[in-house]
């Protein structure tokens, strides 16, 4: 019965899906090498280099002399800080496990993977929506390949959107999952991908806005519940104090 084996046939296709939305980002590596791509992927390599050299103390206190020339930039209150952590972590776990990776290759290979990681997030944030599985595989299939979401997560293309598309997508379907279920768990696991939304990307702001509207739009229509009381009130307030910890949001939060 092919009913039964339904479960492990929607693992293997979303396993395939993030596999599709990795191999279509790295063509430029396999058919000319790994680069980083210019401008702003360049700062945001040579501030990762810095960082997995010199530790997150360092970095956070570095005045750099040759950036915004002639005035200097003070690094660690100029910068969303997720991109450059993420992958300095990713260096300090391989190099604890003593499995040598360059710092280049990880900044090179890191929004391909992360968007491998959107797929799923993906699925999942649909099927918690529709309480379709099939409907989240379609979703996920569709982000894999969307020309927009592929053009801000080539290889190489180290920027900030490469891991805020992830923790966008991962914030939505845990605030879903959270008014879905009322459970504080599920809310404060949504703050925490909320708080590293707010450490990649300026468009933080597409969150905090959306959410308070959804939340006003279900008092306006009259199903404000205690789930979602429970769910606004753990997410907003936990969300923005975290949030205040990244110095350039600071009290903008």
């Known amino acids: 019965?092919?009913?039964?084996?339904?479960?492990?046939?929607?693992?293997?296709?979303?396993?395939?899906?993030?596999?599709?939305?990795?191999?279509?980002?790295?063509?430029?590596?396999?058919?000319?090498?790994?680069?980083?791509h210019e401008?702003?992927?360049?700062?945001?390599?040579?501030?990762t280099k810095y960082l997995a050299q010199e530790g997150l103390y360092q970095f956070w206190n570095w005045f750099d002399s040759e950036s915004w020339y002639p005035l200097g930039r003070v690094i660690g209150g100029t910068i969303f800080p997720g991109i450059m952590v993420t992958s300095a972590s990713i260096k300090w776990i391989a190099d604890f496990l003593s499995f040598p990776i360059d710092i280049r290759n990880v900044c090179v290979f890191?929004?391909?993977?992360?968007?491998?990681?959107?797929?799923?997030?993906?699925?999942?944030?649909?099927?918690?929506?529709?309480?379709?599985?099939?409907?989240?595989?379609?979703?996920?299939?569709?982000?894999?390949i969307v020309p927009s979401y592929i053009s801000r997560s080539v290889a190489g293309s180290y920027d900030n959107e490469g891991v805020a598309i992830w923790a966008l997508i991962t914030t939505f379907w845990l605030w879903v999952k959270a008014v879905n279920t009322g459970s504080i768990l599920w809310s404060v696991l949504c703050?925490?991908?909320?708080?590293?939304?707010?450490?990649?990307?300026?468009?933080?702001n597409f969150i905090i806005n959306i959410i308070?509207?959804?939340?006003?739009?279900?008092?306006?229509?009259?199903?404000?519940?205690?789930?979602?009381?429970?769910?606004?009130?753990?997410?907003?307030?936990?969300?923005?104090?975290?949030?205040?910890?990244?110095?350039i949001v600071g009290f903008n939060a």
């Open 110 to 144: 890191l929004a391909p993977v992360f968007a491998g990681l959107t797929s799923i997030s993906t699925y999942f944030f649909t099927k918690e929506c529709t309480n379709r599985s099939e409907a989240g595989l379609f979703a996920a299939l569709f982000i894999s």
């Open 191 to 204: 703050t925490l991908s909320y708080f590293y939304m707010v450490a990649a990307w300026g468009g933080y």
């Open 39 to 47: 401008f702003d992927p360049w700062f945001n390599f040579r501030t």
């Open 1 to 36: 019965n092919l009913k039964e084996y339904a479960p492990i046939f929607k693992i293997i296709i979303l396993f395939l899906i993030a596999l599709l939305a990795f191999a279509v980002r790295v063509f430029s590596v396999i058919r000319y090498e790994s680069v980083i």
């Open 212 to 247: 308070p509207i959804f939340v006003l739009g279900t008092i306006f229509i009259n199903r404000f519940s205690m789930k979602i009381y429970v769910a606004y009130s753990v997410f907003y307030v936990i969300g923005t104090v975290l949030a205040m910890f990244i110095p």
